[in-house]
């Protein structure tokens, strides 16, 4: 691939440059841990990965990060997987994330906004003191270290209440958004066998409200190891039978009790889409995601204690899980719970605005289909004090780039950042001391050995590759629930280069440093930044009488959308009318998620699978995007290789 943009869109100046937090840092780390004092941002990320424990040693000092015990060494044991991170320090998450209470007790810690656009804060102290409160009630509940509590919740305070008081008890956080259906959650939580379930009675979406106490009724049942329900009335209902009351949970005026645990202890867990089976369920430690966010919040994104954090986001994506994190760093974080187009398209701008965010963060598609609509931010909102807009979810297309610049400012830090949910951060992105070129991602993250390879394993520069990460990140998964002897982990990320990290995604590393996002080289779902499982969508599908088989792709488009068709193979003498079309929609719609409807359901002369009777998603992707047939699958391996010339046809006439 040749270098297209010699020239860039945005530069940052010599102040913001010398401001930066990862200038100040290097020049710390120069002077204290033998980081280059020269060479920028290129030669403080070469040391990073050439040093990496005095690197890791070097971010836990700059944050000043509180070991109650001191760690032996930074890696004991360097091997992926299975690296361990700082083994013997004890340490609490939740702690870390309400320090600033004692310096800024009356300043919002939590900006809350719902459909009405009308910012309500918490105060840092009003958090802890909730934090305090809850933490006590859930260890009168008999939660203890490594009890799961588990949340059905919009991303509201009450959300971030529930989050730290089970870290600073030392228990697993798991979440959901109330989106989802019964079948979505209990895949999820089954798995992980929460003791404690905090639910709403509904949520408020694009001018309605959705009344979810069936589902939580459902949830109930079918969660045999609860022992509390607590109840938080979002469309004011009475608490149902048995359950207990948020309000009382979160009355006393408690100091928190802070849990002194393992540097790997678990924090929470987040899934994967489940794209062969149910999603994998992905153990994230306490200190590892400390440190990475620490360093992930603070150098790359730049945050403080002066910044609003806003990032587009519901308790379903690990970006929820990511804004939460900007507590470390004294930031105030903007929780929305909404509808992101409501009552118009121009809705999330309106929000920045009226929040006084610094850093708001959407997805590429929400910026795409801004400019759509025609919407223009700096004519119709004040947003002086964004200085950098983040997009995530999927690659920001070209045209994203030069819409922000445009039609927000043309001195707009833009960073597009990529990572996974599998290490709940980026693994490259923003850099706010590099310049940003249309339709690159700036650089890869400090500490993270970021490689594009090509199938033997060789290095490739302004090539396209498979993304690898070459050593361990404290953040990567300490293991997946119900995994007791590693082979699904392994199987997830190793399987392909043994000990080193394969990720799945498609990327061009530029001469110069930046890097490019190609799309998924495997068959997972990515809509709207939410990575969805195509084993939903069938299991929800394949219920309907008429439907023998289905085949759902999601396809990145050149102009930045994304195409999800369904395919069909229907029942003799069933026929696609619009009725079942309509039937199709409501239940994906209902089972799963508005988000997961596919954008065309189109009727096929059957699936094709592979010899051991598993669809194949991935080789029909490839068709329609064009690859030819020889090239996108081995013949040998499918059950029935003239299924296959349908899908190539179709490719074919949509050109």
Known sequence: MSIVNPQPLWQPDPQRIARAQVTQFQAWAAENHGAPAEGGYAALHRWSVDELETFWKAVTEWFDVRFSTPYARVLGERSMPGAQWFPGATLNYAEHALRAASTRADEPALLHVDESHEPRPVTWSELRRQVGSLAAELRALGVRPGDRVSGYLPNIPQAVVALLATAAVGGVWTSCAPDFGA????????QVEPVVLFTVDGYRYGGKEHDRRETVAELRRELPTLRAVVHIPVLGTEAPEGALEWSALT???????FEQVAFDHPLWVLYSSGTTGLPKAIVQSQGGILVEHLKQLGLHCDLGPEDRFFWYTSTGWMMWNFLVSGLLTGTTIVLYDGSPGYPDTGAQWRIAERTGATLYGTSAAYVMACRKADVHPARDFDLSKVQCVATTGSPLP????????????????????????????CFAGAVPTLPVHI??????????????????????????????????????????????????????????????WRHGDWITITSRGSVVIHGRSDSTLNRQGVRMGSADIYEAVERLPE?????????????????????????PGAVLDEALLKRIKQTIREQLSPRHVPDEVIEVPGVPHTLTGKRIEVPVKRLLQGTPLDKAVNPGSIDNLDLLHFYEELARKRG
């Open 183 to 190: 079948r979505s959650v209990l895949d999820r939580f089954q």
């Open 251 to 257: 009355a006393a005026d408690e100091e928190p009790v």
């Open 398 to 425: 070209p045209d994203g780039f030069r819409w922000l610049h445009d039609e927000v400012r043309d001195n707009l830090w833009i960073a597009s950042v990529s990572g996974g949910t599998d290490v709940c951060s």
């Open 439 to 500: 339709g690159e991602l700036q650089a890869a993250g400090l500490g993270t050995d970021l490689q594009s390879w090509d199938p033997s394993g060789k290095p490739l520069i302004d090539e396209v590759g498979e993304l690898v990460v070459t050593n361990p990140m404290p953040s990567m998964p300490i293991h997946f629930w119900n995994d007791p002897d590693g082979s699904r982990y392994h199987d997830s990320y190793f399987d392909t280069y043994p000990g080193v």
């Open 547 to 571: 439907i023998k088989e289905s085949l759902v792709i999601g396809i990145e488009q050149p102009d930045g959308g994304y195409w999800m068709p369904l395919f069909v193979h229907l029942v």
